[in-house]
């Protein structure tokens, strides 16, 4: 049985679905992240599971135990707040020490625990700080710690890194997996950062409108996207419109493309299909060994990187290309593409999206 | 253009209506006076020694600072949770709340008053009625007396408080309440020790104000204290206007104005050291 299980949530607000049938479970131990852009369900799913929100169905079970009906306060999960929420009139060592004291830990224990919690996050030596004498990553951890000082069956991460700036993002992403795997906690995730999901998560659980588009391994999602959604969502992906006939698949435009066969039941069986590309799997290549050719319609450089648009017959393509410090095709060239046809994922066109 | 320029006629106006009549009172409290030479341009501290060595007026002002500190902790008590529950209420029913919190400064001083002395008078409403229900079998005592002064004061002093409370209640991240409650706080506990101290600025900065204007104020004392509670508002106004004591008025309108200063400036001292962490 799974540690945290999500079973057929769903939320309404009015006439509103915000969350609609959601089941996923969570192993004890797992760093799952829920993914989705702004007004996906993902943060009232977080919310229903603090206990903030009552579903309007559905039932959420930890560790075996129904929370429905349990109060916020009795839940005993660590949260942590995307503008972090801590106490500003309290110091550091004050603000990790408010859970304990809810818990009536006092004296020696409560010092120890204070001090393991500030070392984990690696921050004893500003224990006597107030929180706005800190900077943006600072709060952060000390909001970690605050949230795992409690021994939580269950830490919420409610977008931790989207006030910081991309450098630190990058760091603290590095320094949550750690602290998280160092405490041993289970972790839900909310975010609407591909990278992020993808840097942290043993597992990752892409919402679209409510509800759960897919859930897999990081490279498994990213590889192997079962919709159209996950697809423009997780990374970058070129579409491709068209349909099969017989074993050949036509883009709209009429462009024959070598691709691989569709599964016998589901996208492509019958019908238009969209086949799904990832722009850094495009190669540029010598004429003669083009799928396509077209014409540079823009280039941008991105330092590790270039990313082009490409004009060609099956439409515009982006193609990314590694920054092997060479002088690239500028706007107005024309470059001969081409990739593998097992890169290409079949999947069924996104309906009126 | 230069910002000079541009604060030049609010400048003029400070200096005409404040800065110079108080600079002008300030001198006049060195002068002395004679009941049949009238003021005399002397320049001594006579006027400040009468009025350090007069029981009379040790009782004044310290019925002053009685009656606004009392005005201060009714607003403090009062005003807190009413800022409090207007923060939680949905906008609309907001929007109507504060026009009634707003509402005794939309009643003119005198008139507010006159209410209440209406109201609490010998044959008064409230007497009248607890009377004619047989609680009481005289009178109790409102008018001219410093509670009646007090109980009107507040009503008009609330909405200050109100206000600058609330302004800080704006100012906290309605998120910390939610951490409070996921590390397992009750709501008494949340509001003691979460909401109450990120409320302290603004607790502090209404208790300023009211407790200044309380002080101070004219109007409301010389109605409800009459002739026999004095202030040191109408103390003031009774050496300019009957004795005709200018010099003694004005110094002991200075002394007023330093001694209201140094309290403030001491409370403002010891909460914001209290509150460190609020107020950086």
């Known amino acids: ?353 | 253009m230069n910002p000079f320029l541009l604060s030049a006629p609010a400048l003029a106006l400070f200096g005409v209506m404040l800065v110079v009549p108080l600079i002008m009172t300030f001198i006049l409290s060195f002068h002395s006076f004679g009941f049949y030479t009238g003021i005399e341009f002397t320049f001594g501290l006579h006027n400040y020694i009468d009025v350090l060595t007069d029981d009379y007026f040790y009782e004044i002002f310290g019925r002053t600072f009685a009656i606004a500190l009392a005005v201060t902790v009714i607003c403090v008590i009062i005003g807190t949770p009413m800022a409090f529950f207007l923060q939680r209420m949905r906008a609309w029913t907001r929007s109507i709340m504060v026009l009634i919190v707003l509402g005794p400064l939309l009643v003119s001083v005198v008139v507010r008053t006159l209410g209440w002395m209406i109201l609490l008078g010998n044959n008064g409403v409230i007497n009248s009625a607890l009377m004619d229900m047989g609680l009481l079998t005289s009178p109790f005592r409102m008018m001219y007396t410093s509670g009646g002064i007090v109980v009107a004061l507040a009503h008009v002093m609330v909405p200050f408080m109100v206000l600058a409370v609330w302004a800080a209640l704006q100012r906290q991240d309605p998120a910390t309440i939610a951490a409070a409650e996921s590390l397992g706080a009750r709501r008494s506990t949340i509001f003691r020790r979460v909401v109450l101290p990120q409320a302290m600025p603004g607790i502090l900065s209404g208790s300023l104000i009211v407790f200044s204007l309380s002080a101070s104020s004219f109007a409301t004392p010389s109605l409800i204290g009459g002739r026999r509670v004095k202030v040191v508002a109408t103390t003031v106004y009774d050496e300019f206007l009957n004795t005709l004591n200018w010099p003694l008025g004005a110094a002991i309108a200075i002394i007023l104005l330093v001694a209201v200063l140094v309290i403030m400036v001491t409370w403002n001292r010891v909460v914001e050291r209290q509150f460190a962490g609020v107020f950086q």
């Open chain 1, 1 to 353: 049985m799974a540690y945290l299980e999500l079973d057929h949530l769903s939320k309404a607000f009015g006439p509103f679905q915000a969350v609609a049938d959601f089941s996923l479970d969570v192993a004890r131990g797992e760093f799952v992240s829920l993914l989705g852009p702004s007004g996906c369900g993902k943060t009232t799913t977080l919310q229903m599971i603090a206990g903030f929100e009552e579903p309007t169905s559905g039932t959420i079970r930890l560790n075996g135990r129904d929370l429905s009906g349990v109060a916020a306060r009795d839940r005993g999960l660590g949260i942590v707040f995307q503008t972090y929420a801590l106490f500003p009139h309290m110091t550091v060592a004050e603000n990790v020490g408010f859970g304990l004291d809810m818990r009536k830990v006092r004296g020696k224990e409560r010092k120890r625990r204070i001090a393991a919690a500030l070392e984990l996050v690696h921050l004893s030596h500003l224990a006597g700080r107030h929180p706005r004498q800190l900077s943006g990553g600072q709060r952060q951890r000390v909001a970690l710690a605050r949230a795992l000082v409690i021994e939580p069956e269950l830490l919420l991460l409610d977008e931790p890194l989207s006030n910081l700036d991309a450098k630190l993002r990058e760091e603290m992403q590095l320094e949550l997996r750690r602290i998280q795997q160092e405490a041993g906690v289970t972790t839900l995730l909310v975010t609407h950062d591909q990278n992020e999901a993808m840097a942290l998560s043993d597992r990752i659980a892409v919402m679209h409108a409510g509800t759960l588009v897919q859930e897999a391994a990081p490279f498994e999602a990213y590889e192997r996207p079962t919709t159209a959604f996950a697809s423009a969502f997780l990374g970058k992906s070129n579409a491709i419109h068209g349909r099969y006939e017989g074993p050949e698949f036509v883009t709209k435009d009429g462009v024959r493309l070598a691709a691989p066969a569709p599964a016998a039941d589901g996208a492509g069986a019958a019908g238009d299909v969209m086949l799904a590309l990832r722009p850094e799997r495009i190669l540029f290549v010598e004429e003669a060994d083009a799928v396509v050719s077209g014409k540079v319609v823009e280039r941008v450089f991105l330092g590790d990187q270039w990313l082009f648009k490409v004009a060609t017959p099956v439409g515009e393509l982006l193609v990314t290309r590694r920054n092997g410090g060479h002088a690239e095709p500028e706007p107005g060239a024309t470059v001969h593409l081409a990739w593998a046809a097992d890169h290409l994922r079949v999947l069924a066109p996104e309906a009126a999206a």
